[in-house]
């Protein structure tokens, strides 16, 4: 049968199913159903969102005999997967996958969160059958054998009674796993491997390494596995339909959100879930050992098929959403200032303990994280497969001929599951400090912070690269090993330089900081908390990175971010200790940032000797200058009105909206995108939520330049916040750290000054040398303690990423788009035309 005459004949049985009350014993019609040859995009262009939300009003007793009856089929192929019929189970694996999301997205009522009850009992109200028809999933699909005495006589008491059904929702789950690892239709039927010893009722050992996907990790590296298209594309058709059964949170506001309420989540996640090591292993392995460089040939990728990349991408998203359910590992907060007046900052988490089976959250994939990846083995090949994804995406854009080099897509889905190894596995995370080169890691995360900082639509791949760089920067293996050269030439525009991973790490966020989207103000704090954690160990930064760190200093301290919100002296008070770091621990191999710093002394003793007066009166000025700035955008904004108000009424009020609208800024163009993607506004991105509500900082990034940006108001324009006060003086003092600044200029300056009176003015380089040469032991403070402030999970993170991590899955399958952006509450999808 041709492909258009199969598309026709199951659009006619569908129009029966849609015109006839179907009742689940009409072997003719299921059979008719399940046996029409086509394929996942003739099922989505048939089945649209609004036929099954018509059907599901019209005839809902049509409905569940079709999940039924698709769930039975695919138990009777997982049982006995015979050949003739196994085209016939992906069918039902793409009606299932089309189906599902538009019947879940009622499930739960968005406003009032109370579970329709029609749908609960549809999926969770088991049925009373007799024991001899009862059907009950196995690990290995076979029954237990009977016992004797006292168990014997409990299974003749069982057997009077009717058994329960296993309700629909569990069946589904259990019926998906399984079909993951069906011989000839996922698994390679001739794959062999030795034999393992392993404990059958452990959850968390793999029971039948065959099995396996991909060989590498665990047992599997002694897999034997034969890769074939046919199984590649049957995974990916059947981790499509898992990922749809987990999409609940989808439809949850992330106001009051629960991780543990998806029921369907819960049934895939709990102890018992078939197939679980062998899942987990499975896509990890397909991350770890894919290989983006293949023949290492150019324009290799365009003679080989796509196959294996979707699987890649199918893989980490479904992985990422098996990761992220249950209760999020946050710490227990015990006290307030630890032992002998530690910081608080410098205090380990204590964390709860991860709940046990049975518990509420528990998930065995996140026990599988945590117990069954410990193997240094597995460590080694896990890091460099995810290190090498990354890097594929600068290395592909850097090369003589464009195209050349294949680019690999899943990122941020690469991203986030890094992250939630480094979190949920601190043996994982300790591994790779002390025995990877983590530079592997820096290096691509600097380029997508870089690339990306001005994209309205990457904001959420802006956070998680800064938590990335958050967490690790909280440990001092990586501070030690940024000071590697760094010989990688990125394709940005980021200042040639010639230094270490570390120069690399201060350009980055000084870019952020001086060209970066306003937007990302929120995340301002965490950029300099990264190079503060790290400064006690900067060997030796080069001229460059001096000088814009010297840079940042003197744009956080001039009146239009100083004064622009009561709580920005913070940046100052990160950036001075950041150099009290390195005056004080890496006096000698920093003589350009030490000269650099006084060369700008008035700058700093100005800031010093701030009194309430001078302070009032920079604000006033800067307000006074903010105002003549406002006045002229709005007399600009006036004359632009004008202008296109009179070419709109020669060109006809039809066009007038259209001709006023070209110069709209992305607050009034709604943040539009081209119409294959959209734009996700998440709920608050956790620096907003933890640092931003709490702290009240403005954007500190030139206030002056956000007066021109709009023309809504005076207070708009003037981006005075407050009026300096003495407590906000008395904060000032006490909270940024003068004291190792201040003596160093004390004594060092005046050597400068005299150096450069008898010698009637020396080069630069001479004057670096004698700063080298010149020893501060016995002038500076004793050296303080270090403070590490390290990042803490919390529950506005948590929500946070899970909103992005269903954003990148949203957004990344938008070739067969299997949700309904409008019916989505965990963020808002806003899509639109071509720019």
Known sequence: MGTGASKVAFRDVLAQLKNEDIATNDAAFWSKLWKTETNPHDVFEVISPTAVRKLKVARPGNVEALLRMAVSHL?????????????????????????????????????????????????????????????????????????????????QQQQQQPDARVALGSAMVSATMRLLFTRQ??????????????????PLEIHDPRALWSGGLDVGRKARIQRSRELEANRIEVMRLLLVLMCEPLFQRNVGFDPTASRFAEEVCKADAPFAAELFF??????????????????AGSFTT??????????????????????????????????????????????????????????????????????EEDFELVYTGLSRLLNTLHRSRNTYMPGAATEVYCYQEVLVLLWKLLEENPVFMQYVLKNCDINEILVPVCYLLVENRKDVSKGGLIHICTFVLLKLSGERAFGVAINKACSVRLPTDLPLFYGSHLDLLI????????????????????????????????????????????????????????????ANQTYVSLLLEMFSNIIQYQYVGNAHLVYAIVRRQEAFESLYELDLPAAVAAASKFARSGAAAAQ?????????EAAAAEAAAEAGNGEAAHAIGLKAGPEEKGERVTASQAVLRQSPGPSQAQTASSRGQGSPQAEEARAPSGAAGDEALIPLRFRPTQEWLDTVRSEVPFNTIIRLLRNLAPQVDDMCQEANGLDENTMVEFVSSTTMVGLLPV??????????????TAIWFTAFMWGVVFVRNQDLPMFDGQKIRLFTVTSGGTQ
């Open 282 to 299: 499975s896509l990890l392995s397909v991350i770890a050992t894919y290989d983006p460089v293949g023949w290492g040939v150019p324009y």
């Open 783 to 796: 050296p303080h303690p270090i403070v590490i402030r390290k990042y803490h999970p919390n529950q506005h």
């Open 507 to 566: 350009l980055t966020v000084h870019k952020l900081l001086v060209a970066g989207s306003d937007r990302l103000s929120t995340l301002y704090h965490c950029f300099l908390t990264v190079l503060c954690n790290v400064s006690p160990y900067a060997k030796g930064l080069s001229l460059i990175a001096s000088v814009k760190l010297l840079s940042l200093f003197e744009l956080f301290t001039s009146p239009g971010n100083l004064y622009a919100s009561e």
């Open 75 to 155: 138990e009777k192929v997982v049982d006995d997967p015979d050949p003739f019929v196994l085209k016939s189970a992906m069918t039902a694996v793409s009606v299932l996958t089309r189906v599902l999301p538009f019947i879940l997205e009622a499930y739960t009522d968005p406003e009032t969160g109370e579970v329709d009850p029609a749908l609960h009992s549809m999926f969770w109200s088991a049925e009373e059958e007799p024991p001899s028809t009862a059907a009950t999933a196995t690990r290995d699909g076979a029954g237990a054998g009977a016992g004797t005495g006292e168990q014997q006589q409990q299974q």
């Open 185 to 202: 239709l996922t698994v390679d039927v001739y794959s062999s491997c030795e034999s393992v010893d392993a404990d059958a009722d452990n």
């Open 632 to 640: 002229k955008v709005r007399a600009a904004a006036a004359a632009a």
């Open 306 to 375: 796509d196959l294996p990349a979707r699987q890649l991408e199918m893989s980490a998203q479904l992985l990422i959403v098996l990761l992220d359910h249950g209760k999020p590992p946050l710490p227990v907060v015990t006290s307030s200032a630890g032992p002998d007046g530690e910081s608080p900052d410098q205090q380990t988490a204590v964390r709860e303990d991860p709940p046990t089976p049975g518990d509420v959250g528990y998930n065995v994939f996140r026990n599988l994280v945590l117990h069954g990846l410990k193997d």
